[in-house]
């Protein structure tokens, strides 16, 4: 298709379309999925965050895209890249890019998130030449941050803040990163295993 960006053995990542809106809005959305995220958000809310995802693409070349299942078509939710651009986020951080997922409720623990993931780390570091990617997550979202540790990125605690949108609970924001160099170093690693 011509929107796909990236696929997969599972999964195909692509740029959005019309109607993923209402996708966005019945399945990520939600309590579940939105709970170390911010709470579910308003549906203007959801359309303003697809505008600022078309102009990262126009800005930057990439953005967070959409996640299909490929036996299916099944919209499992999203995945990509961006800058960020949190409240409260450290110089260091500010603008700089980060790696993101949300999958739907019902599609969890089967692997897509790692799956994902793992190919848009490759897609910055290969077509992008990023330097380093940035995560970030709750202490109280392990499924999050044990994704992070899954794709080699470390802890940079000194990178950690108070994010002035998310509940006290969900405080501090914890950040990881990974390196090009040292991403190309486990690929070669790997390759030669």
């Excluded at 693409?57 to 036996?71: I, Q, S, Y």
């Excluded at 999050?144 to 969900?170: H, T, V």
């Amino acid at each position: 298709m011509a929107d796909t960006v990236i696929e997969t053995e599972r999964l195909v990542l692509r740029r959005w379309r019309d109607g993923d809106v209402e996708l966005w809005l019945e399945h990520l959305n939600t309590p579940e999925v939105k709970a170390r995220l911010g709470g579910p958000q308003s549906p203007e809310a959801v359309a303003e965050k697809f505008v600022r995802m078309e102009q990262a693409w126009a800005d930057d070349g990439f953005a967070f895209l959409a996640v299909d299942r490929r036996e299916d078509g099944l919209f499992l939710g999203t995945a990509g890249i961006g800058r960020i651009t949190n409240a409260g986020a450290p110089d260091a951080l500010c603008r700089e890019v980060q790696i993101g997922w949300q999958l739907r409720q019902d599609c969890w623990r089967r692997g897509y998130a790692t799956e994902a993931a793992r190919r848009v780390l490759r897609w910055a570091f290969e077509d992008f030449r990023l330097p380093v990617i940035y995560a970030q997550t709750s202490e109280n979202n392990p499924a999050s941050w044990r994704i992070m540790e899954k794709l080699a990125m470390g802890r940079l605690a000194d990178l950690d803040y108070d994010a002035p949108d998310f509940p006290p609970d969900d405080n501090p924001t914890k950040v990881y990163g990974l390196t090009r160099a040292a991403w190309l170093a486990g690929a070669e690693a790997t390759a030669n295993a």
